[in-house]
């Protein structure tokens, strides 16, 4: 259900893009290819460490399994700081190993920069979630994408793109501020500490 309700939200993400032109929706398609090399040790991090926080609770020991959570999400952080560094600084030779087109190249620099947001908060999301979902708390990562997806991604990337003088600037925007109002619920909720009583 979470994967759906992702899925169908970045869906109409791209129909807010879809009027500002084909270079915007090809900026967009492109920095949804680069993400994925940026978020990928973020979900080996996570997946590992849902596993472990799994078999600490199940052990009777939560306490080492908030520790695990934390510090595979800090882990992480630390790689992105350096590569947000790279993408602040010298973005061009990372989009131009997918496409050399100018316009296309200046516009997802941009986009990529906005980007840099998500990154330094991506760690805590997905590592969180799979410690969520590794003790057994599945329903607290169902509802929090839920909300940040539907009632702040989707109409603040529409009132930004189209009610004020950031364009499709905004809706980059909109998805940066979504995803760091979800990484507050995960770290707050983790902080917690109510999933410790779930029996794994």
């Given amino acids: 259900f979470t994967g759906m309700e992702r899925n169908l939200a970045n869906l109409v993400i791209v129909k807010f893009v879809s009027p500002?032109?084909?270079?915007?929706?090809?900026?967009?398609?492109l920095l949804n290819r680069i993400d994925p090399f940026f978020h990928m040790p973020a979900q080996g991090f996570g997946q590992a460490a849902g596993e472990l926080a799994g078999q600490n609770l199940g052990a009777r020991q939560?306490?080492?399994?908030?520790?695990?959570?934390?510090i595979a999400a800090f882990i992480y952080t630390g790689v992105m700081v350096i590569a947000s560094l790279l993408v602040l600084f010298i973005p061009g030779p990372i989009i131009r190993v997918f496409n050399s087109d100018t316009d296309l190249v200046n516009l997802t620099t941009?986009?990529?920069?906005?980007?840099?947001v998500n990154y330094m908060v991506f760690g805590f999301v997905t590592v969180l979630m799979n410690c969520l979902n590794g003790t057994g708390d599945t329903w607290v990562p169902m509802w929090t994408n839920l909300v940040?997806?539907?009632?702040?991604?989707?109409?603040?990337?529409?009132?930004?793109s189209t009610?004020?003088?950031?364009?499709v600037y905004?809706?980059?925007w909109a998805m940066a501020i979504a995803i760091v109002m979800r990484a507050a619920v995960y770290i707050v909720y983790w902080k917690m500490g109510r999933w410790k009583?779930?029996?794994v």
């Avoid at 500002?20 to 398609?29: E, I, L, N, P, Q």
């Avoid at 009632?151 to 930004?160: C, D, E, G, H, T």
């Avoid at 009610?163 to 364009?167: A, N, P, Q, S, V």
């Fill in 110 to 116: 941009v986009f990529l920069r906005i980007e840099i």
């Fill in 163 to 167: 009610r004020t003088d950031l364009g």
């Fill in 170 to 172: 905004g809706v980059r």
């Fill in 62 to 70: 939560p306490e080492r399994a908030e520790k695990t959570g934390w």
């Fill in 20 to 29: 500002f032109g084909t270079v915007a929706v090809a900026a967009h398609s």
């Fill in 148 to 160: 940040s997806m539907w009632a702040i991604n989707v109409p603040l990337a529409w009132v930004l």
């Fill in 197 to 199: 009583t779930r029996k």
